[in-house]
């Protein structure tokens, strides 16, 4: 049995057929070939495959590919815009939020998910929102400092 | 994962009648938060999948003065705590929720799925049986309701027949000169499952002197969340003392059945119900002093 999906990825119309079991990170690495999400523990507590579905950070290793369809979809490749790097993505690189990587699609997506919500939080808001990603290279000082000046703090 | 086939039911009553007709075969998909993670370790493996998400009618969020407060089944854990309703009648519900997880789990994680999974590792059961709680659910011979306590049954198992839908979460009014507390407690990370959970009622008699009587539910520390009787009756009638706290922290201690495992040994946990009976009485009394 199969279904064929609306979502918009980054700003884009698109369409697949999937497997009902097929995940939502199945769907944007292996169909979509947006590789920034990376498959960690599989069972929601790392955070390296989170995506936006409809603005709200969700692990798209445990969310089936058919309840994106249609929503809206962002991963990391769609941060950026015209005028080059996120906010975010700049501060990341400024602060060396970051050594191999591996979490930081992961930890931007969900800054960025937090600043839309409440775009001056406290540092214990970032610390909060953010308790759910796990960094391995230990980076959390250098990431709290940049989304703090993200925010404009 | 294993396949299956995949249903979006429109209505309650179709959903049920799916069910029925997939016996045995079919699981319920929520927010998929549980299910999905069992599904790829293989340890469900249903045939069907309801996707009851696309139901309208699930996600409401309403208090009135007589029902209380109505929680749809579709609610999410991060809808409770963000809701002004539930944040302005029930804030121990919305400050609970902030430790619930982590923000993802929050986003898709829903109050249907949350008690539907039988799970004991979780944090609202005990705070719904506290205040009381009832939940509606839905089958194909129609509606019942049973209050929050009788749907557990065993690890992972509750009361729900096969055919059957939890609707929806009714928390009654407050009593007067009531107060409550939840206090739970991660062993490893802040956002790991609750080693221990504890939530306490106490309602005082009209003269606020002493305790009229009490609700002491312990979660995560046995194969269902359970009341702890010997402490409640301890509480009922008497006037507050510190010592009384530490009398039922002490009782409760000896009423739960914890295993043993990474979140902590059969003895810590005992310690851990002990003290955070102790602390969650404390705090429902001082609140019930200036209940109205
Ligand atoms: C990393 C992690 C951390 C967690 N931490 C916590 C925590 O700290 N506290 C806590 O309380 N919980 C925690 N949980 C448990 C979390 O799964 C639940 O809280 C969540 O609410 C489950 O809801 P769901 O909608 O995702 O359920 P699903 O996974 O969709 O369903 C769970 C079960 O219930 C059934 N079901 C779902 N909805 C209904 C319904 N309306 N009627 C009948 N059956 C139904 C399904 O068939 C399935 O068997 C955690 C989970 C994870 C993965
Ligand atoms: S891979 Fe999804 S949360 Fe870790
Ligand atoms: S930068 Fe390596 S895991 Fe975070």
New binding site residues.
């Given amino acids: 049995m199969k279904k064929t999906i609306a979502v918009k990825v980054n700003g884009i119309e698109r369409s697949a057929e999937v497997e009902p079991r097929t995940t939502l990170l199945e769907l944007v690495r292996e169909r979509f070939s947006l590789t920034g999400a990376k498959l960690g523990c599989d ?3 790392c955070g390296a495959c989170t995506v936006l579905l409809d603005g709200k950070a969700v ?1 798209a290793c ?1 969310v089936l590919a058919v309840d994106a369809d249609g929503g809206e979809l962002l991963t990391i490749e769609g941060l950026a815009g015209e005028g080059g790097l996120h906010p975010l993505q700049r501060a990341f690189m400024e602060h060396g939020a970051l050594q191999c990587g591996y979490c930081t699609p992961g930890f931007i997506l969900t800054a960025k998910a937090l600043l839309d919500e409440q775009p001056r939080p406290t540092d214990q808001e970032i610390r909060d929102y953010l308790a ?1 990603n796990f960094c391995r290279c230990g980076c959390y000082r250098e990431i709290l400092q940049a989304v703090r000046s993200a925010a404009g703090r | 994962m294993r396949s299956f086939d995949y249903l979006e039911p429109g209505s309650v009553e179709e959903a049920c009648g799916l069910l029925r007709q997939h016996r045995g075969e079919a ?12 599904m790829k370790q293989g340890l ?1 493996r ?1 045939r069907v999948l ?1 996707n ?1 998400k696309k139901i309208a009618g ?1 996600r409401e969020i309403r208090f009135d003065a007589e029902s209380g407060l109505v929680i749809g ?2 609610v ?2 991060r809808e409770i705590e963000t809701s002004a309703v539930v944040r302005r009648h029930f804030p121990v519900l919305a400050e609970a929720e902030r ?4 923000i993802r ?1 929050r986003n ?12 004991p ?5 005990q705070i719904f049986i506290a205040l009381e709680g009832r939940v509606e ?1 839905a089958g194909p011979g129609g509606m019942r309701a049973i209050p929050v306590e009788e749907l557990f049954v065993d690890f ?1 198992q ?1 009361s ?1 027949q096969e055919d ?4 929806k979460v009714v928390l009654p009014p407050p009593p007067a000169r009531s107060g409550v507390c939840y206090v ?1 407690f ?1 062993s490893s990370s802040v ?4 080693s221990v ?1 504890v939530a306490v009622r106490i309602r005082l008699q009209a003269d606020r002197d002493a305790c009229a009587d009490a609700r002491v539910v312990l979660g995560c520390v046995g194969p269902v969340p359970s009341r702890a009787r010997g402490a409640e009756a301890l509480l009922a009638g008497k006037e507050f003392s510190q010592e009384l706290a530490e009398r039922a922290g002490e009782a409760a201690s000896r009423e739960c059945s914890p295993v043993g495992d990474l979140r902590g040994s059969e003895e810590y946990k005992r310690a851990m119900v002990r003290t955070l009976v102790r602390r969650a009485a404390a705090k429902a009394w001082e609140q019930a002093l200036g209940a109205a």
Avoid at chain 2, 27 to 38: D, E, F, N
Avoid at chain 2, 110 to 119: C, I, P
Avoid at chain 2, 121 to 125: F, I, N
Wanted: glycine share 12%; charged share 10%; net charge negative.
């Fill in positions: 069972i929601q507590v692990s445990s759910g | 699981r319920v998909y929520a927010g998929g938060a549980h299910l999905t993670i069992l469900y249903p309801v009851i699930l089944a579709l999410t854990h430790e619930v997880a982590n789990v898709v994680g829903t109050v249907g799925g949350n008690l539907a999974s039988g799970e590792l979780t944090d609202l059961s659910i992972y509750t729900l059957e839908i939890l609707t739970r991660s956002v790991d499952k609750p959970g």
